[in-house]
């Protein structure tokens, strides 16, 4: 009783300080679903207009990607404080003109969620919603609840009803009034998106790192995922990615995860980032299977507390959720985050420097064979909800190697002393939270912050079509890069072999692959292999001679083989082949590895780098 009387105070007394100025007071009852659909009401701020917008998010930060949630809305009205109905109007799918608003009192409408919507253009499930009836519900507030164009840093106080029993996890600002009623606060309709709620039977751990509370909820539906598991696999990362920081820039964080026992409608997996908070969407396996992913999607989405949250363009600070103005800066947002996601763990020991080379090589090789390699990286940014969308996901992997060669760049000119690590929390200690930097004065800050020779950096390889140099920029730090490449060689015909149990000779066993050389012979299926260049071959010495062909000859040169191929008659007979050899394309992979012979300067600045 003494503790609900203590919740009752708090909230009022927030309520109190909140009623000093307008605010939008929302209330959703998840007890009641109709349809797979619940209802949304909303007390609403004055109004001295005449006609005023009601607006929907077309598209959220961190989606890239336009969704129009506002088509989920339906049944919307608007009324007067006697509950007359007012006239509305759609304008688009997320605009409705409200006629007569100056009256305004309040608007409803009920709510279709996403997670199984067959309405086309699939929401990516963590910026979806969900209504799973008595089970699970999935509240990314921006597909609930709108905005008054012009009003929306306004205060926001979310009123949620639901099922005894169930816990609302979230990183939101939370009263809870009794066991089936929480109420949320928001200062403003940004921070209201910004920070998912998940009802579900209660699954949740809570552990401390670096003075932040950190709250792991899951919703697996047949109890496959443990969320003490989960903290077992992120709570290692998480230390590595605070001594990184020095200093976590947050006092809370929420991970919530959500498991599909089906296939999602997106026929995606992933999470999005928030700024107190990342959701996830998982495929329900094996935890054992799914740890390295919650690994690696936890370590980038929670290095966003460093960026977008403490550094970010004004186009992210007031970001208009209607018409959006995308930055050009997405190596920053998403490239940099990438970057430093992989680096805290190599930097503190939670990964080898083996596997880190494997990582950066796994990028250069995404990036330079499947995407366009001379787009400059502004450009990309700009345009990457239109022309240069399908470059999109080059943001991950160039995005993470331009952080890359940035940070080497700045240890050579600092002689160690500072990299990227440091001119994040400089932009942060510049920035924060509350104050944007505008888009097009970035490079000539972060040069004054630090180099001159940055700004060519920039200019070359981020606003620039140059590739990035990686086989000079590695050398730097004692490792040497041989990129993907196609060299000449003499073919053998590019068959696929058997043994043959009872004499050791190879059998031809397919020639679906078989090139021209192969062709020339005249190589069937079923031919064993008698002789090659004079040889006779069997399993023993077949690689040895095979290798020894491409010594031997060279184009032109007459190549004769014995094979023993069955005649109509069922019967092994010898028959002669020839062709002159041929030269074919053959692709070498990129390789990358560590210096077998390293200078004292090229170990100097690996140390800063990677401080292996």
């Known amino acids: ?311 970010h363009s004004e186009e992210i600070g007031n970001f208009d959720f209607i018409n959006p103005k995308m930055s050009k800066h997405l190596w920053l947002y998403e490239g940099m985050t990438e970057y430093a996601a992989g680096l805290a763990q190599v930097k503190y020991g939670e990964m080898s420097l083996a596997n880190y080379l494997n990582v950066l090589e796994g990028k250069i090789g995404q990036s330079t064979s499947n995407f366009d390699d001379q787009l400059p990286f502004t450009e990309l940014s700009l345009n990457c909800l239109g022309e240069t969308k399908s470059q999109y996901g080059n943001v991950y992997q160039k995005g993470a190697l331009i952080g890359m060669a940035l940070d080497i760049r700045l240890r050579e000119l600092s002689d160690g002393a500072y990299g990227v690590q440091d001119m994040m929390q400089d932009l942060a200690k510049k920035y924060g939270k509350t104050q944007s930097f505008k888009d097009e004065e970035l490079f000539d800050t972060i040069t004054e912050m630090t180099y001159p020779e940055i700004r060519e950096f920039f200019s070359t390889y981020v606003e620039g079509s140059t590739p990035l140099p990686y086989e000079s920029i590695l050398k730097k730090v004692g490792v040497e890069f041989k990129p993907a490449r196609t060299e000449k060689e003499l073919s053998l015909g590019h068959l696929s072999f058997s043994v043959n149990e009872s004499d050791n000779r190879l059998i031809i066993q397919s020639i679906d692959q078989m090139n021209v050389f192969g062709k020339e012979m005249g190589y069937k299926e079923g031919d064993i292999i008698y002789k090659f260049d004079g040889i006779e071959i069997d399993i023993e010495n077949y690689e040895e001679e095979f290798l020894a062909f491409t010594d031997r000859h060279q184009v032109g040169d007459k190549i004769q083989a014995v094979v023993l191929r069955t005649d109509e008659k069922g019967k092994l007979k010898k028959v002669k082949l020839k062709a002159e050899a041929i030269e074919i394309d053959r692709k070498i992979e990129a390789s990358m590895m560590l210096s077998d012979t390293p200078s004292e300067t090229q170990l100097k600045l690996r140390k800063s780098w990677v401080n292996r």
């Open 1 to 311: 009783m003494n503790i609900k009387i203590i919740l009752l105070v708090a909230l009022l007394s927030v309520s109190t300080s909140l009623l000093a100025q307008e605010k939008y007071t929302i209330s959703i009852d998840l007890n009641t679903v109709v349809d797979d659909k619940v209802k949304v009401t909303c007390l609403v701020p004055n109004v001295e207009k005449e006609e005023i917008e009601f607006r929907v998010p077309k598209i959220v930060p961190g989606t890239y990607s336009i969704y129009d949630f506002g088509r989920f809305f339906t049944d919307f009205k608007a009324f007067d404080a006697e509950g007359n109905e007012l006239v509305t109007r759609q304008l688009t799918d997320n605009r409705i003109l409200i006629k007569g608003s100056e009256k305004l009192a309040s608007v409803s409408y009920w709510i279709e969620d996403t997670f199984d919507s067959e309405k086309g253009n699939f929401v990516f499930e963590p910026a979806g919603t969900n209504i799973e009836e008595g089970k699970n519900y999935v509240i990314n507030t921006f597909g609930f609840a709108g905005y008054l164009q012009g009003m929306k840093d306004l205060a926001y106080e979310l009123h949620i009803d639901y099922p005894k029993g169930m816990y609302g996890a979230s990183a939101l600002d939370k009263v809870s009034i009794n066991d089936s009623s929480d109420v949320f606060l928001a200062p403003n309709y940004f921070d209201l998106a910004d920070g998912p709620i998940m009802y579900s039977s209660p699954d949740t751990t809570t552990f401390e790192i670096g003075g932040a509370e950190i709250l792991i909820a899951v919703y697996s539906p047949n109890k496959v995922l443990d969320p003490v598991f989960v903290k077992e696999q992120v709570e290692p990362t998480l230390k590595a990615q605070h001594e990184y920081l020095g200093q976590l820039p947050v006092d809370r964080y929420a991970f919530i995860i959500y498991l599909f026992d089906t296939s999602p409608m997106s026929g995606k997996l992933g999470a999005l980032e928030h700024s107190y908070s990342s959701f996830y969407s998982l495929p329900e396996i094996d935890p054992f299977r799914l740890a390295q992913v919650i690994r690696d999607v936890a370590a980038h989405e929670f290095f966003h507390i460093l960026t977008p949250l403490n550094v």
